[in-house]
């Protein structure tokens, strides 16, 4: 049974540029999660993605945009790339929302680095 | 706005040694709590999760506790191995369904 996969692993890219980062959630699960880890910090929800639709946002901004497909794997897009958008981008898989006390399953993460 | 602090910020010990890690958060309106491990550059690894109607959860060595009204979160580990080494993060689940995280506890076992 695969857990969550993300890919790519790692990934530098300069200022302005755009990126995608994808997910795939672990098996039976439908709702993704993505988070941004900067150095020395915990993860900040960026947002989550249940039935193909955006659900939860926290604040982040337009810039960072996300996908879901119908097989429930997701992409997590950031334009414009910014220095300070460097950072560890994990995605987390569970249930339906509203299933209080389900434990998220993350991946192992995305290292994006911005020169 | 929910906020989540951990104290110490890192903490070294020798191995065999039982030890506790701190976890304060602001808002007591949570689903649940969660224990997380990541290692250097690595993922989050779920350790323990505490439903908010429960005031413990145990694994192995590890032991978490839950006061809700007073915003704490405990998490015991007993007898130290240098294969604990890593950084521990504490987080909360809100009714919005997404996780508030600390920015954890650095924690080396001297062998």
């Known amino acids: 049974d695969a857990g969550v996969t993300q890919s790519p692993t790692h990934l530098i890219k300069t200022r302005g540029q755009q990126v995608t980062l994808r997910c795939s959630p672990k098996?039976?699960?439908?709702?993704v999660s993505w988070y941004q880890q900067a150095l020395g910090q915990g993860p900040q929800f960026i947002f989550q993605?249940?039935?193909?639709?955006?659900?939860q946002r926290g604040n982040f901004p337009d810039r960072f945009s996300g996908h879901q497909y119908p097989n429930y794997s997701s992409e997590l897009n950031v334009n414009a790339l910014l220095l300070g958008d460097s950072a560890l981008y994990l995605c987390?898989?569970?249930?339906?929302?509203?299933?209080?006390?389900?434990?998220?399953?993350f991946g192992p993460g995305t290292r994006l680095t911005v020169l | 706005k929910q906020e989540v602090t951990q104290i110490p910020a890192a903490l070294s010990v020798p191995e065999g040694e039982n030890l506790v890690l701190n976890c304060s958060f602001t808002?007591?309106?949570?689903?649940?709590l969660q224990w997380f491990r990541q290692d250097p550059g690595k993922g989050l690894t779920s350790l323990l999760l505490?439903?908010?109607?429960?005031r413990e959860q145990t694994s192995g060595r590890l032991n978490a506790s839950l006061d809700k009204s007073s915003g704490r979160s405990t998490l015991y580990i007993a007898a130290s191995q240098p294969g604990d080494s890593a950084t521990y993060l504490c987080?909360?689940?809100?009714?919005?369904?997404?996780?508030?995280f600390g920015t954890g506890t650095r924690l080396t076992v001297i062998p």
């Open positions: 505490i439903q908010s109607s429960q």
């Open positions: 987080a909360v689940q809100t009714g919005a369904n997404n996780l508030f």
């Open positions: 993605y249940y039935e193909e639709e955006e659900r």
């Open positions: 987390a898989s569970s249930l339906a929302p509203g299933l209080a006390g389900d434990t998220q399953y």
């Open positions: 808002d007591s309106a949570i689903y649940n």
């Open positions: 098996s039976g699960h439908d709702t």
